[in-house]
């Protein structure tokens, strides 16, 4: 986790809010590298749900 973290800003961040990595068009991140820190619970909903939001945004692209 933390690896790839979410920002709204390049400078604190890999990806952008919709999960697409900067400098890299319509490469995506859906899995826990997104998340800033480690979760101190368990985190399967939120990567899931993250990863759901994140294909929503993909498939925006394609209409």
Not at 38 to 47: A, C, E, K, P
Request: aromatic share 6%; proline share 3%; charged share 20%.
């Amino acid at each position: 986790m933390g690896s790839c973290r979410m920002s709204s800003s390049e400078s604190l961040g890999a990806v952008n809010p919709e999960g697409e990595l900067y400098g890299v068009k319509n490469l995506f991140i859906g899995d826990a590298s997104i998340f800033p820190t480690t979760l101190g619970v368990n985190r399967m909903i939120t990567i899931m749900s993250l990863s759901k939001r994140t294909s929503r945004f993909i498939a925006k692209r394609l209409d």
